[in-house]
């Protein structure tokens, strides 16, 4: 496969022409035109990282912030690999944003442990423990049927062989086990504001 010379050209070389965008003898087109070309190789990525975190609205919404705080930042900014930099502003992004959420639940330091899914600190512990403990009385108030589903398919389990237990169609269990993460989801929203 072929190489053109827009795949050729780093990151790090495209963010120095958005950094030098207001310098004498910079174009700004060039500049909004290395700013896309980043665009297209990092947002999918990039918002798989967000919505990995929080849903799809608010992924859109800091996938946005992102972007604008990269146009803003990188004219006085040294990011080194863009790429990490990229995510390093992601994860800033989804850690503002729960703050404001849950605005003084969260200590500055335990914001970010959670949000890296690093789960050392006590305090993250204890959150955790509250998601699992909220996430079990959500999944008991389900229906029997659903219930045990959404267990079988969190153990491992391939629906082929959850159906066969269950007496339904593998078709009816994987539409029966989407539902219930759905009611789950909502419920879990429900109990911990």
């Known amino acids: 496969m072929a190489t053109t010379a827009s795949e050729s050209v780093s990151d790090e070389e495209l ?28 947002e999918l990525p990039l918002k798989s990282f967000l919505m990995a975190r929080v849903g799809r609205a608010d992924a859109e919404d800091l996938s946005q912030l992102v972007w604008l705080r990269v146009w803003k930042s990188l004219p006085g900014a040294k990011p080194g690999p863009f790429r990490a930099w990229l995510f390093e502003i992601a994860r800033n992004a989804l850690v503002d944003h729960a703050r404001k959420k849950r605005p003084g639940s969260l200590a500055d330091d335990q914001a970010g442990g959670i949000v890296d899914g690093a789960l050392g600190k006590p305090e993250a512990r204890l959150v955790e423990h509250e998601r699992k403990t909220a996430l079990e009385n959500c999944l008991a108030r389900l229906k029997q049927e659903y219930a045990v589903v959404v267990r079988g398919r969190l153990s491992g389990e391939e629906y082929d062989s959850i159906s066969k237990a269950q007496g339904i169609r593998p078709e009816r269990a994987h539409s029966i086990y989407h539902k219930a993460v759905k009611l789950l989801k909502s419920c879990v929203e429900r109990v911990l504001p």
Do not use: I, K, N, P
Not at 17 to 42: D, F, I, K, P
């Open 15 to 42: 963010a120095g022409v958005v950094a030098r965008r207001e310098q004498a003898g910079s174009s700004m087109t060039s500049a909004a035109s290395a700013l896309e070309r980043l665009y297209q190789r990092h």
